[in-house]
């Protein structure tokens, strides 16, 4: 659609805005310059309809509630290529942040419903190629920022091992979908623990990959330098399958190295983790909110892990508790910057935008900003207000001390081979009440990220592991390890999950019950 020629008070109001100081008079003369610049936005779009992709016919459906007892499914669907490959027979639920062509694309939120993407996500091709089935759409949180799972537009995801509690956030159908059984793996998205968070909540394997290992193109982004996405599986066999088949570069994202070689991860498990050397991180235990349970059940997965041949003992790392002040700036200024006012994408970025999407989203938020969810009210208040008033200094300040923060950690892994500490400090908690106050619904969004959130910034992989039930519900252990050694990380979970007789699973009346 050609560009619409601006009136002149459009470009005054520009002018005001920056406080040009133009006059009627400066205005008119430089609205023909301005007319004639915009002929070459029309040019571009002709250029770029000419190999922009069609969206495919594939069929799709919104489940009944019978078939939906958790409300982990957005949409429903049946798409494979067919053929042969590591991933066939294998049904698979994608985030709901991330793109399958032709079937609808919410993130959660009113301001993306209704959009249809036409181009596969990477991680979306990819998986087709080995074989997979693409069996739906798993619910996720609004924009992605919530920690627990009751922020989606859809409503709550329910938790497999107790309806009553959140599966985590934000790849709270992820978790739900496979905990349940409903599908072999899933995809999620990880900006400050939302793979690894449901994980931990709802007793499965979720993998965050090194930053930049696997491509994020075709992912709604919130921020650039923390975004990540990976697997969430029942077991570590099956995270590393799939980590093989993800993980490499596209060609499209900027985020990952240039000379980025996978390793192969399925190969790795077979090597003996003995001896390894596995570093205790002490700030990961004991916080505030800590619950004794869940740190008693990480000691005791680590103990598990000595009686398997490796060694551990314990190490100080200070910097993991300035971590999560360094993510609040990033994450709350960079979402507010990219993930709002720049419509997703941003600008000055060398990667693969989706000018769809950029438009659909960017207009629809702009049309009612009330249809954001109460986290992302946070974010953009707490976020502009900072940029408005500090230009964004404390952004700059934050990125500038990650790699203080990065070589804590690295410190630490010349020393170990791994780092482990409990994923979540709590187990699942209840989800809020539709009436519950906003204190509450956005405290039970953000109350479990301390452990997990600096990994994001640091870019570290990170995995979690169910460490053992408590009270019937199950508790998280994560294991870190050097930027792009993601196959020691899982070489050590696999190591613990075979030393427990592997992981176990909901009872099926938890599973079918929505009260």
């Given at each position: 659609?050609?560009?619409?020629?601006?009136?002149?008070?459009?470009?005054?109001?520009?002018?005001?805005?920056?406080?040009?100081?133009?006059?009627?008079?400066?205005?008119?003369?430089?609205?023909?310059?301005?007319?004639?610049?915009?002929?070459?936005?029309?040019?571009?779009?002709?250029?770029?309809?000419?190999?922009?992709?069609?969206?495919?016919?594939?069929?799709?459906?919104?489940?009944?509630?019978?078939?939906?007892?958790?409300?982990?499914?957005?949409?429903?669907?049946?798409?494979?290529?067919?053929?042969?490959?590591?991933?066939?027979?294998?049904?698979?639920?994608?985030?709901?942040?991330?793109?399958?062509?032709?079937?609808?694309?919410?993130?959660?939120?009113?301001?993306?419903?209704?959009?249809?993407?036409?181009?596969?996500?990477?991680?979306?091709?990819?998986?087709?190629?080995?074989?997979?089935?693409?069996?739906?759409?798993?619910?996720?949180?609004?924009?992605?920022?919530?920690?627990?799972?009751?922020?989606?537009?859809?409503?709550?995801?329910?938790?497999?091992?107790?309806?009553?509690?959140?599966?985590?956030?934000?790849?709270?159908?992820?978790?739900?979908?496979?905990?349940?059984?409903?599908?072999?793996?899933?995809?999620?998205?990880?900006?400050?623990?939302?793979?690894?968070?449901?994980?931990?909540?709802?007793?499965?394997?979720?993998?965050?990959?090194?930053?930049?290992?696997?491509?994020?193109?075709?992912?709604?982004?919130?921020?650039?330098?923390?975004?990540?996405?990976?697997?969430?599986?029942?077991?570590?066999?099956?995270?590393?399958?799939?980590?093989?088949?993800?993980?490499?570069?596209?060609?499209?994202?900027?985020?990952?190295?240039?000379?980025?070689?996978?390793?192969?991860?399925?190969?790795?498990?077979?090597?003996?983790?003995?001896?390894?050397?596995?570093?205790?991180?002490?700030?990961?235990?004991?916080?505030?909110?800590?619950?004794?349970?869940?740190?008693?059940?990480?000691?005791?997965?680590?103990?598990t892990l000595r009686e398997a041949g490796l060694t551990a003992e314990d190490v100080s790392i200070p910097w993991h508790l300035h971590g999560l002040k360094i993510w609040d700036v990033i994450s709350i200024e960079g979402a507010a910057a990219q993930m709002v006012d720049a419509n997703g994408y941003g600008m000055n970025w060398p990667g693969l935008y989706d000018p769809e999407l950029i438009e659909f989203y960017g207009n629809k938020w702009r049309a009612d900003g009330s249809q954001f969810s109460e986290t992302v009210k946070l974010v953009l208040l707490s976020g502009r207000y900072a940029i408005n008033r500090y230009q964004g200094k404390h952004y700059a300040m934050a990125r500038n001390l990650v790699p203080q923060l990065r070589a804590a950690y690295d410190e630490a892994l010349a020393r170990y081979d791994v780092l482990v500490m409990p994923t979540t400090p709590i187990q699942a908690s209840v989800i809020p009440a539709e009436d519950a106050p906003r204190e509450e619904v956005i405290g039970r969004a953000l109350e479990m990220v301390t452990n997990c959130a600096p990994l994001d910034v640091s870019g570290h992989p990170a995995c979690s592991v169910p460490a053992g039930l408590a009270n019937g519900l199950p508790t998280g252990m994560m294991i870190i390890g050097k930027r792009f050694d993601d196959a020691t990380v899982l070489r050590v979970a696999h190591t613990y999950e075979q030393a427990v007789g592997g992981f176990p699973a909901p009872h099926a009346a938890s599973v079918g019950s929505a009260g």
């Amino acid at each position: 659609m050609p560009v619409q020629p601006p009136e002149l008070p459009a470009i005054m109001k520009v002018a005001e805005g920056y406080g040009l100081g133009l006059s009627d008079a400066d205005v008119a003369s430089f609205a023909p310059m301005v007319h004639g610049v915009l002929a070459s936005w029309d040019a571009v779009e002709e250029l770029h309809a000419r190999t922009a992709p069609t969206a495919p016919d594939r069929a799709w459906a919104r489940p009944e509630d019978a078939d939906n007892p958790l409300n982990a499914w957005y949409v429903t669907c049946n798409i494979t290529e067919g053929g042969e490959g590591p991933l066939a027979g294998r049904t698979v639920a994608v985030k709901d942040n991330t793109a399958v062509a032709g079937v609808p694309m919410m993130n959660g939120s009113a301001t993306l419903q209704g959009f249809v993407p036409a181009r596969d996500a990477t991680i979306v091709s990819r998986m087709l190629a080995a074989g997979a089935t693409v069996t739906g759409k798993a619910v996720c949180e609004d924009l992605c920022f919530s920690g627990g799972s009751h922020t989606a537009r859809t409503g709550p995801v329910r938790n497999p091992w107790d309806p009553s509690r959140t599966t985590g956030g934000s790849s709270s159908g992820s978790a739900a979908l496979v905990a349940s059984g409903a599908v072999d793996i899933a995809t999620g998205g990880d900006q400050g623990g939302s793979i690894r968070m449901p994980a931990s909540f709802s007793g499965i394997v979720g993998h965050k990959p090194t930053h930049g290992l696997v491509p994020y193109t075709g992912a709604f982004p919130i921020e650039q330098t923390i975004d990540h996405v990976g697997p969430m599986t029942r077991t570590v066999a099956d995270a590393a399958l799939v980590l093989n088949v993800l993980a490499g570069p596209d060609g499209h994202d900027p985020r990952q190295p240039n000379d980025l070689v996978p390793d192969d991860y399925v190969g790795a498990l077979a090597r003996s983790a003995e001896g390894l050397r596995v570093g205790v991180v002490s700030e990961g235990f004991g916080h505030p909110g800590s619950e004794p349970d869940v740190d008693d059940a990480v000691r005791a997965a680590v103990d598990t892990l000595r009686e398997a041949g490796l060694t551990a003992e314990d190490v100080s790392i200070p910097w993991h508790l300035h971590g999560l002040k360094i993510w609040d700036v990033i994450s709350i200024e960079g979402a507010a910057a990219q993930m709002v006012d720049a419509n997703g994408y941003g600008m000055n970025w060398p990667g693969l935008y989706d000018p769809e999407l950029i438009e659909f989203y960017g207009n629809k938020w702009r049309a009612d900003g009330s249809q954001f969810s109460e986290t992302v009210k946070l974010v953009l208040l707490s976020g502009r207000y900072a940029i408005n008033r500090y230009q964004g200094k404390h952004y700059a300040m934050a990125r500038n001390l990650v790699p203080q923060l990065r070589a804590a950690y690295d410190e630490a892994l010349a020393r170990y081979d791994v780092l482990v500490m409990p994923t979540t400090p709590i187990q699942a908690s209840v989800i809020p009440a539709e009436d519950a106050p906003r204190e509450e619904v956005i405290g039970r969004a953000l109350e479990m990220v301390t452990n997990c959130a600096p990994l994001d910034v640091s870019g570290h992989p990170a995995c979690s592991v169910p460490a053992g039930l408590a009270n019937g519900l199950p508790t998280g252990m994560m294991i870190i390890g050097k930027r792009f050694d993601d196959a020691t990380v899982l070489r050590v979970a696999h190591t613990y999950e075979q030393a427990v007789g592997g992981f176990p699973a909901p009872h099926a009346a938890s599973v079918g019950s929505a009260g």
